[in-house]
């Protein structure tokens, strides 16, 4: 079965989208099925793999291409229809076998108040007991009909009901960061929201009606695999000292508060997992710098800035020379963090 991977951070701009996407076409690449998942109202991560540019261009995929996406894959269960959810049509991403796109939706939000009076557990349940699991079991039926190693899961900015549910119900996690005053103030909200997150979700699990409901609520404990942290501007080859200040900052809420919390309920993998893969006591995946003039060719070419070709960076002399060692750069970065991520998983599902 598919390994589902939450990207998830509720400060925005910390590049969930972009990481999403480069991470999947890395794993892609050494030989792994994966499926990018949109589950942000805002669409970028559709928008980015299908290149189009503004609402007028997404409306035309939406009316021309109706169930391909991820509210209308939802719909038999939030829309109360007569028949059980499918498999979403995943879209093949141009350019590299053996990825592809649950695209995203902006209605999604709409199903948002009614997740959320589901997921409060009341007595008002009996109604809606289809509906926490109906989430999870829309991605493992995309996944197994795609025949897919890894799903990987953009989430939207927010403590949302949807977002809850998602983390909960993935196998994993990771949480993308910037290196500012923000990002820190995030990773000590999230030491008190993920416990109370996973308390619901125990309990979840406990509920006979949820457990037998048409898409039964996973009995599953995502695990932490660690942080990214990205958009630093580099002076030589290591970050410039005010972005590395905020680094070690992040690192050390990381490894002090996060860490210990999530230890304390079983959302950690054993130490010795971390160990194999070289993971430092701060958790760190991966620190990528800033892409620069990289990311307009990338979104223009629909590729990761280390998938982009001379002609799609389209310089000469000098300057190509410096781009191509920033690319080459990035390649690597992007090829190491994939084998990281696929080392815990394979160490995970071994242990």
């Not at 291409?65 to 499918?86: D, H, M, T, V, W």
């Not at 403590?159 to 809850?164: E, K, P, T």
């Not at 070690?248 to 971390?274: C, F, H, T, W």
């Not at 590729?303 to 960076?313: G, K, N, Q, S």
């Amino acid at each position: 079965m598919a390994k589902k991977i939450a990207l998830f951070n509720h400060k925005g701009g910390v590049s969930k989208t972009t990481t999403t996407f480069n991470l999947g076409w890395m794993m892609a690449s050494k030989g792994k099925r994966a499926i990018l998942v949109d589950t942000d109202p805002q669409c970028n991560l559709t928008g980015m793999v299908l290149g189009y540019r503004g609402p007028t261009e997404l409306a035309t995929f939406y009316k021309r291409e109706i169930q391909r996406n991820i509210k209308a894959g939802l719909a038999p269960a939030f829309e109360s229809r007569p028949q059980l959810i499918e498999a979403v049509s995943c879209v093949e991403v141009d350019g590299q076998p053996g990825l592809f796109l649950l695209p995203g939706h902006i209605g999604l939000a709409e199903y948002e108040v009614t997740l959320g009076i589901a997921q409060e557990l009341t007595q008002a349940i009996q109604t809606l007991q289809n509906l926490p699991g109906a989430l999870a079991y829309l991605l493992d039926k995309t996944a197994e009909r795609f025949q897919a190693d890894i799903v990987l899961i953009d989430m939207s900015p927010s403590l949302s009901a949807i977002n809850q549910n998602l983390l909960m119900t993935s196998d994993y996690f990771i949480v993308p960061t910037s290196p500012d005053y923000f990002s820190v103030m995030a990773i000590d909200s999230l030491t008190s929201v993920l416990p109370n997150w996973h308390k619901w979700s125990m309990k979840a699990q406990s509920m006979g009606i949820l457990q037998n409901a048409s898409y039964p609520y996973p009995t599953v404990t995502p695990r932490f695999l660690g942080t990214i942290v990205q958009k630093y501007r580099p002076r030589g080859k290591v970050p410039a000292k005010a972005f590395q200040e905020w680094i070690n900052e992040i690192a050390q809420s990381v490894s002090r508060r996060l860490y210990p919390a999530l230890k304390g309920i079983d959302m950690v993998l054993p130490e010795i997992a971390y160990n194999t893969q070289g993971i430092g006591p701060d958790f760190c995946l991966a620190t990528i710098a800033d892409f620069n003039s990289l990311i307009a060719r990338s979104q223009k070419a629909k590729r990761p800035v280390f998938a982009l070709t001379e002609e799609m960076i389209g310089q000469e002399g000098v300057v190509l020379e410096r781009t191509l060692r920033s690319r080459d750069e990035f390649r690597r970065t992007f090829s190491e963090l994939a084998d990281k991520v696929s080392g815990l998983v394979t160490y995970a599902e071994g242990a």
